[in-house]
């Protein structure tokens, strides 16, 4: 099993900055890759980024890209989220995901069925 948990979001202004954290315990794969979502009441979740086992592999959906950075920590772990220049349509529940992986070579993947873990999602609120 494994546990993530998620930190770090709160009320911001738009333009504004917040770091989210997820961290992950249990019996996680060193070449697990992990994942950002989030998801609005009423609404789908939606992909925000992914990031390889390495670190040095990441990819971001259109509506973030340039706006957000995801890393791992040196040990790997954990895994954190920077967001700037927010903005109101980034309110959201911000959830992290880990997904198993058996090799260390693989594609990062959107799709949310992909992944295995889930962390019970931390709020964030941008005011207009």
């Known amino acids: 099993q494994v546990q993530l948990v998620e930190s770090g979001g709160g009320l911001v202004q738009a333009g504004g900055s917040l770091r989210l954290s997820c961290a992950a315990s249990?019996?996680?794969?060193?070449?697990?890759?992990m994942a950002w979502f989030r998801q609005a009441p009423g609404k789908e979740r939606e992909f925000v980024a992914a990031?390889?086992?390495?670190?040095?592999?990441?990819f971001y959906a259109n509506s973030v890209k340039g706006r957000v950075t995801i890393s791992r920590g040196a040990a790997k772990n954990p895994m954190y989220l920077q967001m700037d220049s927010l903005k109101p349509e980034d309110t959201d529940v911000y959830y992290c995901?880990?997904?198993?992986?058996?090799?260390?070579?693989?594609?990062?993947?959107?799709?949310?069925?992909?992944?295995?873990?889930w962390g019970q999602g931390t709020q964030v609120t941008v005011s207009s």
């Open positions: 990031i390889d086992w390495s670190g040095r592999s990441t």
């Open positions: 249990g019996r996680t794969l060193s070449s697990s890759s």
């Open positions: 995901a880990l997904k198993y992986e058996y090799s260390y070579a693989y594609a990062l993947s959107i799709d949310e069925t992909d992944y295995h873990y």
